[in-house]
């Protein structure tokens, strides 16, 4: 890919939930799900963030629950 | 008897005393049902991410009980007639899990696994999602 390709180095990416050792990742904790949601709201695939199955399949639980409560956007303000 | 989280969030301009009362309310109807309050968390005013019948704020409270499944459904519908709540969303709650944070061990990662997809198999999620501006 393009970034990675910049520097002609190969850097593989790893999931950054497992590296931190989270067990579950909750809805109500929204400054950490930030992190997989885009500038427009939208949530990081995988292929982008390097996030394992299992936690990206709590990431997308967590993302939706956060949104019903506004915890988290449906999408950004300047694209409504 | 199941784990719930239920969140519910308030108009920013209902006074206090009447959420303690709304809270009071379902406190009664939960021990009526012979269920049991775990936790009560008042998060306070929060800035809502996108405006819900154009509040920009709310007053959140977050409930962990212990509720028999029946009871859910019957919640759900007096906070859809409630008019000082813009939203709630009740969850089962996940079981703590065993697993100690400083040995992450391959052995308990499936068991934990197997928790978190029951757990979402089984989410009671309720939600009004017809009022959005």
């Known amino acids: 890919m393009a970034r990675e390709g910049e520097?002609?180095?190969?850097?593989?990416?790893?999931?950054?939930?497992?590296?931190?050792?989270?067990?579950?990742?909750?809805?109500?904790?929204?400054?950490?799900?930030?992190?997989?949601?885009?500038?427009?709201?939208?949530?990081?695939?995988?292929r982008i963030s390097g996030t394992c199955a299992r936690h990206q399949a709590q990431i997308t639980e967590a993302v939706k629950r956060a949104r019903i409560l506004a915890l988290l956007p449906f999408t950004s303000e300047q694209y409504r | 008897?199941?784990?719930?989280?239920?969140?519910?969030?308030?108009?920013?301009?209902?006074?206090?005393?009447?959420?303690?009362?709304?809270?009071?309310?379902?406190?009664?109807?939960?021990?009526?049902?012979?269920?049991?309050?775990?936790?009560?968390?008042?998060?306070?005013?929060?800035?809502?991410a996108y405006n819900i019948r154009k509040r920009r704020d709310g007053t959140y409270i977050h409930i962990k009980h212990k509720s028999p499944p029946t009871l859910i459904g019957e919640m759900d519908r007096r906070f859809r007639l409630h008019e000082g709540v813009l939203r709630h969303?009740?969850?089962?709650?996940?079981?703590?899990s065993p697993r100690p944070a400083e040995e992450p061990g391959r052995a308990a990662e499936?068991?934990?696994a197997a928790a978190a997809t029951a757990a979402t198999a089984e989410t009671a999620a309720h939600a009004s999602h017809e009022e959005k501006d």
Not at chain 1, 21 to 28: A, E, G, L, Q, S
């Open chain 1, 7 to 46: 520097s002609r180095s190969f850097r593989r990416k790893f999931c950054k939930l497992c590296f931190d050792k989270v067990d579950r990742i909750d809805y109500k904790d929204d400054r950490r799900l930030t992190r997989f949601i885009t500038d427009r709201g939208k949530i990081v695939p995988r």
């Open chain 2, 1 to 48: 008897m199941k784990t719930y989280e239920t969140t519910i969030i308030f108009d920013p301009g209902l006074e206090e005393a009447r959420i303690n009362e709304e809270v009071d309310r379902v406190s009664q109807s939960i021990a009526q049902a012979q269920g049991e309050i775990v936790e009560v968390q008042r998060w306070g005013k929060r800035k809502l």
């Open chain 2, 89 to 96: 969303l009740t969850v089962l709650a996940v079981k703590e």
């Open chain 2, 110 to 112: 499936p068991a934990a």
